[in-house]
């Protein structure tokens, strides 16, 4: 049966293709053959977007069989041929989405089902969207081949399903937070090194822009223009609060490298808000300065790159000595922001009255949010960017994601959704 149905999903898929293609819409045609992929998924998810893209081609052949066949009459042309063939391809279609639907049944139900195919259609979503809206062409494969960026879309929303699965399921997600993490990283650092190499599609601009975190606020200052990767910034924080700093950085996946390298958590400076507001002052009051004074493009590029190279170095020298991550927590101006505009998300980390001060998740915190003044007022210090290690750790459940109405379970999987989502999109997006 599954066999059958792997088949003929895909002789199905690859149908809807080359329709497509015949028609001129490309996108679609390659989104079609994208979609293969989920046939061969044993996931009731999968099946279910499966049944529900082949049940929507039904309509596509009657109406395509319909203008065919009229266009046959009018023109007095042999017509039953066609409309017997269209006939077998449409109940083909009726038959395969059937089996398909039916396939559901067969395959075990999981809690995390729903949420799976949550994340998939909403990555799915917001990649179409930024394809759509964004001021530059944004999804990698069309810069390469227009028109094949819907292909990658579903793959990269078959992705954050497996993802989100794997975060719902597992009793620690440390480690594959950490994995997807610095994954997406390298991928960002790749796409760096292949475009100052000579390959302009990896840029987004066609121009070269300095990886440093500080730019997304320098550079528009400096510029007085450009607010789209700040816009960006801002709609993800408004979206998962501080887990830009956990999930999303592209610098801070490697102080977290460094500061586990030390084993045991540290701490972080007493002071360390009073030194991210003078650092973050000091950067916008330079770069507005370059702007007055008509500072050259590479001399600025040059400070931002002297600021990167610092922050690499506290990595290497107080971060890896600590286990704290020292860059994230004390010198990247980018983190205070995310930190304070993060309030604006509904998404906490709660601490319970039931907690027993034992301080396991304060000897897993890399960010110093949870020392003996946070325990015992039962609130994370401002550094906490809602990672979930001290959920994992806590031996009687007295920490857990939380969101106003909603039941800790419930809460937890809408945030991994959501973070998750927007980890797949940044995945397919072009950004240096």
Known sequence: MNILLMSCGSLSFILLAAHFLRSGDISIAFAMIGSIFLIFLKRRWSRYISAIILSAGIPVWIMTAAGSIQQRITTDSPWIRLSVIMGLVIAFFILISFLCFKSVKNIKERETDRWAGGAVLLTVVLLIIGRWKAPYQMIIFDRFVPGSGMAEIVLLGIYSGFITELFLTLKNTSKLRVRMWAGFSVVFFLQFILGISGIDQFLMTGN?????????????????????????????????????????????????????????????????????????????????????????????????????????????????????????????????????????????????????????????????????????????????????????????????????????????????????????????????
């Open 208 to 432: 070269l822009h300095i990886p440093v975190p500080a730019v997304i606020v320098g550079g528009p200052v400096f510029r007085g223009s450009g607010f789209f990767m700040m816009t960006l910034f801002f709609v993800t924080i408004a979206a998962a609060g501080p887990a830009w700093c956990s999930y999303f950085c592209y610098f801070g996946a490697w102080d977290n490298v460094a500061a586990r390298r030390a084993g045991k958590c540290g701490f972080i400076p007493t002071k360390n808000i009073l030194i991210r507001v003078l650092i973050l002052a000091i950067i916008v009051f330079t770069v507005y300065m370059f702007r007055i004074f008509s500072v050259s493009e590479i001399a600025a590029a040059s400070a931002a790159i002297c600021f990167g190279l610092t922050g690499l170095i506290i990595m290497r020298m107080m971060s890896a000595k600590r286990g704290v991550m020292i860059h994230c927590t004390s010198y990247c101006p980018i983190g205070l922001i995310a930190a304070l505009a993060g309030k604006i998300s509904p998404f906490r980390i709660r601490i319970e009255k039931t907690c027993s001060s034992c301080m396991a998740c304060s000897k897993v915190c890399r960010y110093g949010a949870l020392g003996n003044n946070e325990i015992i007022s039962h609130k994370p210090g401002l550094t906490c960017t809602l990672c979930g290690d001290c959920v994992n750790v806590c031996h009687n459940n007295s920490i857990h994601y939380n969101f106003y109405g909603l039941s800790q379970k419930t809460a937890r999987a809408l945030f991994t959704v959501i973070v998750v989502s927007i980890h797949a999109v940044f995945l397919g997006f072009a950004r240096i």
